[in-house]
């Protein structure tokens, strides 16, 4: 049984103002929320869930703040269309800023849409890389719609937000790679061990500022007629070249 | 001004079973608009669109009954959230099943989330890839979520729907490659020419009876711990190393 407090509680961190104020964020669905409940840097502060899937789970759940609701009560606090099964509040990440000195990085410039945001996490946690950089006006790492496209991969990889130009700056002597529409063609590369990957807006690409630091450009080869690459698509297919 | 009725019939191509009656689908946005226009395998039925939108693309509206409306009927008619100054009724597109020798086609198991249909369309495109057969539970082509994410591909790669096993067994003596968690490195392969690259959906990878027909598996190696890539990522990684 839910509060109608915990209700609304649960329905204002949809908004990125009451996340930042709560220092929290929701996460739903059996994979994702097991995923942060055994996940060492996730703290899960609250959740909610259907009867079985409480009992199911009874072992990962000993420090947590469990509570049974029923389906209605389900419907009510998700931001799924499909709810499932289970609803967690959980604590924001805190990351300490990390070397870029021999590892691959991304760095994400604009990179709006929730969906390809959650996706590209998803993607480089597959492949490897573990820090990503993002420009402040890339989606809010904690949207709903990003935490259930990373299907997890929130708890492993690093986001840090940061004034692009100014910080690639800082990064004394590590490579910068930007993905173009035209320029060294990345299927033929070979895997490098340290640097950063820019990928850029659908739309309108690599900002300037960003483009004047680059060391190489490197593109994946269009052989039809799609003007563009989906970033997530690009952002694959660049890591399966490169790591 | 659009009539009421008008407004009605538009907002009823939201549906897929409307869709098949009236043989239509609904486009929206300049970008995917135009490139609609400009084809020549796609037919604008009407089009309904803001007054500056008409004046800047008056000679592509030659052929096309369209009619001027503001923002509110705009609002109205949208499937979008944002709202993108033109909506267009286009005819279903007619496509004669062609071979799949001297091709490299696409097929799609079980791809259900259209967004990831519409984005492996746009990568075929991309990559030359020109036809795709699916499983009749795909998403629908003609669904607004599918014909957005394909950014006006939709226009030039052909889609088929088709009983997948009995089909992909009609397809004599062409190559079969399936991609697994466990295969051949993709990313070490050479390009080929010809064969059938099946995708399957991501929960539950590809049915035992369309894995029974393969010639090989083939996988994207995983570096990290992410436990699965997005159907569209992983649809790219592969095009990228075989086309």
Redesign the interface.
Known sequence: MISKSQSKYIQSLGQKKHRDEEGVFIAEGPKLVTELLKSKNAEVKNLYALDDWLHDNEKLLTDVDAIAINEAELEKISQLKTPNRVVAVVKKFEEKESTTKGKLSLVLDTIQDP?NFG?II?????????QIFCSHDCADLYNPKVVQ?T???IA?VKVFYADLPSWVKQQNEIRVYVTMLEGKDV?RMTAIKEGLIIIGNEANGIHDDLLQLANERIT?P?????????A??????VL??L?
Not at 122 to 130: E, I, N
Not at 232 to 237: L, M, S
């Open positions: 969906g996706t998803r993607t480089a946690d597959w492949f490897g890389v573990q496209a299907t997890g991969s492993r299927t994946i269009r052989k039809g007629e799609a003007e563009s690459l989906n997530g698509v690009a952002t694959g297919i399966a070249c790591v």
